[in-house]
C-alpha cells in the first residue's frame, strides 16, 4: 500500500515528530500536520492509515487527564454519533481512488480552519441551538473526516463557540478527536483500505509522535503559545492553498 523506501520513512517520522510537538503546543494539530504534509508525499488514503494509531493513543491521553468526562459525552453524544456516520458516508469519496479531489479537499479543508482561526472573532452557540446544530456539526465533521483524513473542520471552532471552561474544552477536543480516529480506523477498514501492514506501520509512527509531544509539552511553558498558534495557522493556509491548487496546475 506505500513504499517503504528509507526517504519516505525518514519523512513520516520527521512529520509525525514535528505533529507530535504542534499537539504537545497547542493542544491539537497532529492529523492535521501528519496529513498536510504526507498528503504531499503519499495518497491521502496511505497517509490517513498512518495517522490512526498515533492519533488514537494521543487523544486517549487527552479525552482521560480531563476532569468532565462523564458530563461532556452526556451533553455531546449527538455530535459524536453524527460523526461516526458522516466519516462513514465520507470515507467513500477517500477510498475511491479518486486522490485528486481528496487532495484538493484536503488542501480547503487545512487553509478553511487555518483561516477561520486566524481571522474570525470568537463566537458563542445558544444553548437552545445545541440539540440541533451539535448533531449537524458532527454530521459535517464525519463527511470531512471520511473524506480528507482531518477532524477539525468544524468541530473544532464549534466546540471553542461553546465557551466550555478551559480544561473542559481540551478534554471536549481529546472526545471528538478520539470518536473520529476510530470512525475513521472502522470506515478505512469497512473498505477493505486499512490492512495489517497499515496498521504495523501506523504503531512504528507512535514513537516519533510521542516523543514530539513531549517536546512540545516541555516548550509550552517556554514559548507563547499564541505565537506558536499563530505561525502554524499561517504556515498551515499556505500549505493548504498549495495543495487545493496543485491539481490545477
Same mark, same amino acid.
Given at each position: 500500500?506505500?513504499?517503504?523506501?528509507?526517504?519516505?520513512?525518514?519523512?513520516?517520522?520527521?512529520?509525525?515528530?514535528?505533529?507530535?510537538?504542534?499537539?504537545?503546543?497547542?493542544?491539537?494539530? /497532529?492529523?492535521?500536520?501528519?496529513?498536510?504534509?504526507?498528503?504531499? %508525499?503519499?495518497?491521502?488514503?496511505?497517509?490517513?492509515?498512518?495517522? !490512526?494509531?498515533? =492519533?488514537?493513543?494521543?487523544?486517549?491521553?487527552?479525552?482521560?487527564?480531563?476532569?468532565?468526562?462523564?458530563?461532556?459525552?452526556?451533553?455531546?453524544?449527538?455530535?459524536?454519533?453524527?460523526?461516526?456516520?458522516?466519516?462513514?458516508?465520507?470515507?467513500?469519496? /477517500?477510498? =475511491?481512488?479518486?486522490?485528486?479531489?481528496?487532495?484538493?479537499? %484536503?488542501? /480547503?479543508?487545512?487553509?478553511?480552519?487555518?483561516?477561520?482561526? %486566524?481571522?474570525?472573532?470568537?463566537?458563542?452557540?445558544?444553548?437552545?441551538?445545541?440539540?440541533?446544530?451539535?448533531?449537524?456539526?458532527?454530521?459535517?465533521?464525519?463527511?470531512?473526516?471520511? =473524506?480528507?483524513?482531518?477532524?477539525?473542520?468544524?468541530?473544532?471552532?464549534?466546540?471553542?463557540?461553546?465557551?466550555?471552561?478551559?480544561?473542559?474544552?481540551?478534554?471536549?477536543?481529546?472526545? =471528538?478527536?478520539?470518536?473520529?480516529? !476510530?470512525?475513521?480506523?472502522?470506515?478505512?477498514?469497512?473498505?477493505?483500505?486499512?490492512?495489517?501492514?497499515?496498521?504495523?506501520?501506523?504503531? %512504528?509512527?507512535?514513537?516519533?509522535?510521542?516523543?514530539?509531544?513531549?517536546?512540545?509539552?516541555?516548550?509550552?511553558?517556554?514559548?507563547?503559545?499564541?505565537?506558536?498558534?499563530?505561525?502554524?495557522? !499561517?504556515?498551515?493556509?499556505?500549505?493548504?492553498?498549495?495543495?487545493?491548487?496543485?491539481?490545477?496546475?
Amino acid at each position: 500500500m506505500i513504499d517503504l523506501s528509507t526517504p519516505l520513512l525518514l519523512a513520516a517520522a520527521a512529520t509525525f515528530a514535528a505533529a507530535g510537538i504542534v499537539k504537545g503546543v497547542t493542544g491539537m494539530g /497532529l492529523p492535521t500536520v501528519a496529513m498536510g504534509v504526507l498528503g504531499a %508525499l503519499i495518497s491521502p488514503l496511505a497517509a490517513a492509515s498512518l495517522l !490512526i494509531v498515533p =492519533s488514537l493513543v494521543t487523544n486517549v491521553w487527552q479525552l482521560l487527564s480531563g476532569p468532565a468526562f462523564g458530563p461532556l459525552v452526556r451533553r455531546l453524544w449527538p455530535m459524536m454519533l453524527a460523526i461516526c456516520a458522516g466519516t462513514m458516508l465520507g470515507a467513500t469519496y /477517500l477510498t =475511491s481512488g479518486e486522490t485528486e479531489e481528496t487532495t484538493i479537499a %484536503l488542501g /480547503l479543508a487545512l487553509a478553511i480552519y487555518a483561516g477561520f482561526s %486566524l481571522l474570525a472573532r470568537p463566537v458563542r452557540v445558544p444553548a437552545h441551538w445545541e440539540p440541533w446544530l451539535s448533531p449537524t456539526i458532527g454530521m459535517v465533521t464525519g463527511i470531512v473526516t471520511g =473524506s480528507t483524513g482531518v477532524f477539525v473542520i468544524p468541530a473544532v471552532p464549534y466546540l471553542q463557540a461553546l465557551c466550555l471552561p478551559r480544561d473542559d474544552l481540551v478534554q471536549a477536543l481529546g472526545l =471528538s478527536f478520539t470518536v473520529s480516529t !476510530i470512525a475513521l480506523a472502522a470506515a478505512l477498514g469497512a473498505h477493505g483500505a486499512f490492512e495489517l501492514q497499515g496498521l504495523a506501520l501506523s504503531a %512504528l509512527a507512535l514513537g516519533p509522535a510521542l516523543a514530539g509531544l513531549w517536546v512540545g509539552q516541555a516548550l509550552r511553558g517556554r514559548i507563547s503559545a499564541a505565537s506558536f498558534r499563530r505561525l502554524f495557522l !499561517i504556515c498551515l493556509l499556505l500549505l493548504g492553498a498549495e495543495m487545493s491548487l496543485r491539481p490545477l496546475v
